[in-house]
T-cell receptor, first 115, second 113 residues
Framework: DAGVIQSPRHEVTEMGQEVTLRCKPI?????LFWYRQTMMRGLELLIY????????DSGMPEDRFSAKMPNASFSTLKIQPSEPRDSAVYFC?????????????FGQGTRLTVV | QQQVKQSPQSLIVQKGGISIINCAYE??????FPWYQQFPGKGPALLIA?????SEKKEGRFTISFNKSAKQFSLHIMDSQPGDSATYFC????????????FGKGTRLHILP
């Protein structure tokens, strides 16, 4: 398996534009996580899915953020409208389980810059 | 509420020295403590993990020390090498319950050549 695949790797957009980040989890993994990484706040969990169903979206910062998982092999994180403070690296991760000793496998991230 | 506090935020160590990163947790129910390593431009990856029934776990140059009574654990990197330069995240989770893993904010480690 190629691992968790995210696209694009880099995204530069203007304030107010819609941004869509994409993720393909590892086949067979039932859990998918979206994280945001910034210098100030570290690694924040935004939302996670189990079998394509959103389980916990308490980390989603505001209504401008939305995430979907239409099938087991694809998820999107959308920001509309984007703002400069959304600039960060966004990671998608997947795991076969959420039990404590299960490793989370991360993608390489999408570096988002909103100007 | 930050449940896992990590320090320092950044660390510079000479080649061959010992790098030490500390973490403290609040929830006494946590029973699994992994460390993730992240190289520039990459996502975090599991490095080493410990359960609270042991006080220390060693894998090569990497050692986790665990103090259950103090609710603290630390990562020691012996004979630090420039290739160890990365961001390190401590984390905590529940072994037998389906719940999300809680990460610390990360430590940026730089090993001077």
């Amino acid at each position: 398996d190629a691992g968790v695949i995210q696209s694009p790797r880099h995204e530069v957009t203007e304030m107010g534009q819609e941004v869509t980040l994409r993720c393909k989890p590892i086949s067979g993994h039932d859990y998918l996580f979206w994280y945001r990484q910034t210098m100030m706040r570290g690694l924040e969990l935004l939302i996670y899915f189990n079998n394509n169903v959103p389980i916990d979206d308490s980390g989603m910062p505001e209504d401008r953020f939305s995430a979907k998982m239409p099938n087991a092999s694809f998820s999107t994180l959308k920001i509309q409208p984007s703002e400069p403070r959304d600039s960060a690296v966004y990671f998608c991760a997947s795991s076969p389980s959420i039990a404590g000793n299960t490793e989370a496998f991360f993608g390489q991230g999408t570096r988002l810059t909103v100007v | 509420q930050q449940q896992v506090k990590q320090s320092p935020q950044s660390l510079i160590v000479q080649k061959g020295g010992i790098s030490i990163i500390n973490c403290a947790y609040e929830n006494t129910a946590f029973d699994y403590f992994p460390w993730y390593q992240q190289f520039p431009g990459k996502g975090p990856a599991l490095l080493i993990a410990i359960r609270p029934d042991v006080s220390e776990k060693k894998e090569g140059r990497f050692t986790i020390s665990f103090n259950k009574s103090a609710k603290q654990f630390s990562l020691h990197i012996m004979d630090s090498q420039p290739g160890d330069s990365a961001t390190y995240f401590c984390a905590a989770s529940l072994l037998n319950r389906d719940d999300k893993i809680i990460f610390g904010k990360g430590t940026r480690l730089h090993i001077l050549p």
